[in-house]
């Protein structure tokens, strides 16, 4: 696959006249109900856009990016309270399933589309202007999630597609500058069983951790399986998982890892939203083998994220031998937002998951999230929702 090193300019557009003022109003209205449920539930924020949202990426509590449909992606460097969205003028049909940003100037996004639909762009003046890095030119390719260690390494995961001798393998690309992706060879990975593919719902179907070169991804449709990768997608491993799986429509949709031993799988049928699952498991051994929670009633789970904050607090406390006087002081091992069509499970075990709703309190539905540095989750959804559980 060639590379293209296009640049294009980003077109900022706010809506205008009428509708926005509708569109404030009812925003405006959706702030005092935030306000009404009190300092722990979500709080809503002005997108000024009605874009389907699915990526987002919180790089501090002030600067943040989010990415949508029709070439859309938004940026805020004031906490939320000013969201600025804007589009690649050459990306109008593409769908940005993934952002993955570094600052307040530099950000990649990621299309999610059969084909040349496929694509990553890059900035480093705040979407000024858009280097187009990488086209998918397999007209079977299609690109599901992305992930970075930091601005120069990262990871893009596509549905599988046949190899020079028929195989099935999934497609895996690697950066090692932040400007330059190469292929992973087809003979490095497993072979994908039939039926078996990646949920671009949340661009969270692949994981990462910051301090090793493990990589895992999770799958769906006929098999609900999770690849690892211990040495940077040179060689793999690929352990069955309870999750539900069977319809193309079911299967793991979301997976995360606190360190390289301990993380977490969600998903279930996104056409059987109300289903109670198998829908949500744990691993200890990084990936090896999975457990069933214990939780119920579940539902189907579009994306789950570690809270940033208490879980490098739960590090250094593991790491000095101060765990048990971390415990001491109430802050909990791990916090996990795990997060359904229209709530969000705030859940610090061994305690029950808090329900915050966002459907029947605030009128909006959530699809990804992204954990805050600082503790906390901003979350995306259909028709430009944004909000923020602390």
Same mark, same amino acid.
């Given at each position: 696959?060639?590379?293209?090193?296009?640049?294009?300019?980003?077109?900022?557009?706010?809506?205008?006249?009428?509708?926005?003022?509708?569109?404030?109003?009812?925003?405006?209205?959706?702030?005092?109900?935030?306000?009404?449920?009190?300092?722990?539930?979500?709080?809503?924020?002005?997108?000024?856009?009605?874009?389907?949202?699915?990526?987002?990426?919180?790089?501090?509590?002030?600067?943040?990016?989010?990415?949508?449909?029709?070439?859309?992606?938004?940026?805020?460097?004031?906490?939320?309270?000013?969201?600025?969205?804007?589009?690649?003028?050459?990306?109008?049909?593409?769908?940005?399933?993934?952002?993955?940003?570094?600052?307040?100037?530099?950000?990649?996004?990621?299309?999610?589309?059969?084909?040349?639909?496929?694509?990553?762009?890059?900035?480093?003046?705040?979407?000024?202007?858009?280097?187009?890095?990488?086209?998918?030119?397999?007209?079977?390719?299609?690109?599901?999630?992305?992930?970075?260690?930091?601005?120069?390494?990262?990871?893009?995961?596509?549905?599988?597609?046949?190899?020079?001798?028929?195989?099935?393998?999934?497609?895996?690309?690697?950066?090692?500058?932040?400007?330059?992706?190469?292929?992973?060879?087809?003979?490095?990975?497993?072979?994908?069983?039939?039926?078996?593919?990646?949920?671009?719902?949340?661009?969270?179907?692949?994981?990462?951790?910051?301090?090793?070169?493990?990589?895992? /991804?999770?799958?769906?449709?006929?098999?609900?399986?999770?690849?690892?990768?211990?040495?940077?997608?040179?060689?793999?491993?690929?352990?069955?998982?309870?999750?539900?799986?069977?319809?193309?429509?079911?299967?793991?949709?979301?997976?995360?890892?606190?360190?390289?031993?301990?993380?977490?799988?969600?998903?279930?049928?996104?056409?059987?939203?109300?289903?109670?699952?198998?829908?949500?498991?744990?691993?200890?051994?990084?990936?090896?083998?999975?457990?069933?929670?214990?939780?119920?009633?579940?539902?189907?789970?579009?994306?789950?994220?570690?809270?940033?904050?208490?879980?490098?607090?739960?590090?250094?406390?593991?790491?000095?031998?101060?765990?048990?006087?971390?415990?001491?002081?109430?802050?909990?091992?791990?916090?996990?937002?795990?997060?359904?069509?229209? /709530?969000?499970?705030?859940?610090?075990?061994?305690?029950?998951?808090?329900?915050?709703?966002?459907?029947?309190?605030?009128?909006?539905?959530?699809?990804?999230?992204?954990?805050?540095?600082?503790?906390?989750?901003?979350?995306?959804?259909?028709?430009?929702?944004?909000?923020?559980?602390?």
């Amino acid at each position: 696959m060639g590379i293209s090193a296009n640049r294009y300019t980003g077109r900022r557009f706010l809506l205008s006249g009428g509708f926005l003022r509708q569109f404030l109003m009812r925003y405006l209205l959706l702030l005092v109900a935030a306000t009404a449920v009190g300092q722990s539930g979500p709080r809503v924020q002005i997108s000024h856009t009605t874009e389907s949202l699915r990526g987002v990426s919180a790089v501090s509590r002030e600067i943040a990016w989010a990415s949508g449909t029709h070439g859309t992606y938004l940026r805020t460097i004031d906490g939320g309270l000013t969201w600025t969205p804007g589009q690649i003028p050459d990306a109008l049909t593409l769908d940005f399933r993934a952002v993955v940003a570094f600052s307040a100037d530099e950000a990649f996004l990621m299309s999610a589309g059969p084909g040349e639909k496929s694509r990553i762009y890059h900035t480093s003046d705040a979407g000024q202007h858009w280097q187009l890095q990488f086209t998918n030119t397999n007209p079977k390719g299609f690109f599901d999630s992305m992930a970075f260690w930091d601005s120069k390494h990262g990871v893009v995961l596509g549905d599988p597609v046949p190899d020079e001798s028929g195989k099935l393998k999934f497609e895996l690309l690697l950066t090692d500058d932040g400007q330059n992706w190469r292929v992973v060879p087809a003979a490095q990975l497993p072979a994908a069983m039939d039926g078996e593919g990646a949920f671009a719902a949340s661009n969270t179907c692949i994981a990462i951790t910051a301090a090793t070169s493990d990589i895992w /991804f999770a799958t769906g449709g006929k098999v609900a399986r999770v690849f690892h990768s211990s040495d940077h997608g040179q060689t793999w491993q690929v352990a069955d998982t309870p999750i539900v799986h069977g319809p193309e429509s079911a299967g793991i949709f979301s997976i995360a890892f606190r360190d390289a031993a301990h993380g977490v799988i969600a998903g279930g049928d996104y056409k059987h939203p109300n289903e109670d699952g198998p829908n949500l498991a744990f691993t200890d051994d990084g990936g090896k083998t999975w457990t069933l929670s214990g939780l119920r009633p579940l539902a189907y789970f579009s994306a789950v994220a570690y809270d940033r904050r208490v879980n490098e607090a739960a590090i250094r406390a593991r790491g000095t031998g101060d765990e048990k006087k971390t415990r001491m002081k109430a802050i909990p091992s791990e916090r996990i937002f795990i997060i359904g069509q229209d /709530f969000v499970f705030d859940f610090r075990p061994p305690n029950d998951p808090r329900r915050i709703s966002g459907k029947k309190k605030l009128g909006i539905a959530f699809n990804a999230g992204s954990g805050y540095p600082e503790g906390g989750l901003l979350v995306v959804g259909p028709k430009g929702a944004i909000a923020v559980i602390p």
